[in-house]
């Protein structure tokens, strides 16, 4: 009986991820076509506005632990940390976001899922955390919607390193593992919908049936 039912809901579970990686490359194959033409422009702005290439690529810890590289607009030059209004321009809206409609398409990434970290925070989940890792990454998210203002709070702190890394992050952890259990279809429209309408979630109520 047991045996049955963990078949049973393995079977389910790989659905439900079929299904998911099907509304993913739709999704994504889409939003590259019709911000085709702006994605140009903002990544010839980020190029001229940074002096520089005008991508940003960076290693990050994806499905199962394995690092991929992910694609970002630039925000900053290479040898300055200062934001100009472009580049500030582009955070605030999160359109610097957008090249990871690419990693969507590549498999690396998934449109709603826990926003992916550099080496040395979910690689180094244990216990239950780590089926995390089960989810492909995502461009938007629970957690990434609540800490929206993540850099503003950051900002506030003496120590903004220990802060994300005693606070911030066990939140997202917390935040992400409930996803975890909760993700279903219309959750991740739910998801898509708050982050194109700029809204906020409260997290306390999201995840309520």
Not at 136 to 161: C, F, H, V, W
Request: glycine residues 8%; contains cysteine.
């Amino acid at each position: 009986m047991l045996t049955n039912r963990m078949f049973l809901e393995g079977k389910y579970c790989g659905r439900k991820m079929f299904i998911k990686r099907i509304m993913d490359v739709l999704g994504a194959l889409l939003g590259l076509i019709i911000m085709a033409l702006p994605a140009m422009a903002l990544w010839l702005g980020a190029a001229v506005s940074t002096h520089s290439g005008g991508m940003f690529m960076q290693k990050r810890i994806g499905r199962w632990g394995i690092p991929f590289t992910i694609y970002k607009f630039r925000t900053m030059g290479k040898d300055s940390y200062i934001i100009n209004t472009f580049s500030a321009f582009l955070r605030r809206n999160k359109l610097d976001e957008l090249p990871q409609l690419w990693n969507v398409l590549k498999g690396d990434m998934s449109i709603v899922g826990p926003r992916p970290d550099i080496p040395g925070y979910y690689d180094m989940l244990i216990g239950e955390n780590r089926k995390i890792l089960e989810l492909r990454p995502g461009i938007t998210g629970p957690a990434s919607l609540k800490y929206s203002n993540e850099d503003q709070i950051l900002l506030l702190q003496e120590n903004p390193m220990e802060y994300n890394d005693t606070v911030i992050f066990p939140d997202k952890v917390k935040i992400n593992l409930q996803y975890y259990k909760k993700q279903n279809f219309w959750l991740d429209i739910k998801i898509i919908y708050i982050t194109l309408s700029g809204g906020k979630c409260n997290i306390d109520n999201f995840f309520k049936d």
